[in-house]
């Protein structure tokens, strides 16, 4: 079964200094991995993926992700955070070996960047 | 910038009662969801729909839910008979191919609140 794991709550920054959310996943086969924001009042917004191939995927408003096989792990990561970054990140997995499009999403990690 | 769009923004009905969700897709998107979001939780899978049939479904999706795609642009989520813990967020989903790797576009939500 799939899973995902969003191991912390809420994340505490400040402005201007790199910010990390952890994500661990669990498939049985190879994952598609995705990392989705979710603004107040709105729906979620796509901001990048791993497929294949490299392990370092970079996405929208300056966020990158690494795609760690060994240890299940997709973390997002900023080099410097904005204020306007506050918001909460959700993690997400496919199955890329069960044929479907079952999306599973992690509980979410509020981002707060303090200025 | 095309959008997914979802109709109403917030509805009350009592329990027992019939609703009807409405979301207009991406025109060129093929796949569409349903996710719910009840309050402080995860992102929640309930369907996905391809080529006017069910292509996956939760054990969320029980015989009191349906979707239709009734015209070449709206897809709709239908919730028979209203019970309390439906009350949630529901968010609308579109992709554009088959490909398991594409993101999902999804739409503001609507939030149902069942009394």
Known sequence: AQSVAQPEDQVNVAEGNPLTVKCTYSVSGNPYLFWYVQYPNRGLQFLLKYITGDNLVKGSYGFEAEFNKSQTSFHLKKPSALVSDSALYFCAVRDQNTGGFKTIFGAGTRLFVKA | ?115
């Open chain 2, 1 to 115: 910038e095309p959008e997914v769009t979802q109709t109403p923004s917030h509805q009350v009905t009592q329990m027992g009662q019939e609703v009807i969700l409405r979301c207009v897709p991406i025109s060129n998107h093929l796949y569409f969801y349903w996710y719910r979001q009840i309050l402080g939780q995860k992102v929640e899978f309930l369907v996905s729909f391809y080529n006017n049939e069910i292509s996956e479904k939760s054990e969320i999706f029980d015989d009191q839910f349906s979707v239709e795609r009734p015209d070449g642009s709206n897809f709709t989520l239908k919730i028979r008979s209203t019970k309390l813990e439906d009350s949630a967020m529901y968010f609308c989903a579109s992709s554009e191919q088959a490909s398991g790797g594409n993101e999902q576009f999804f739409g503001p939500g609507t939030r149902l609140t069942v009394l």
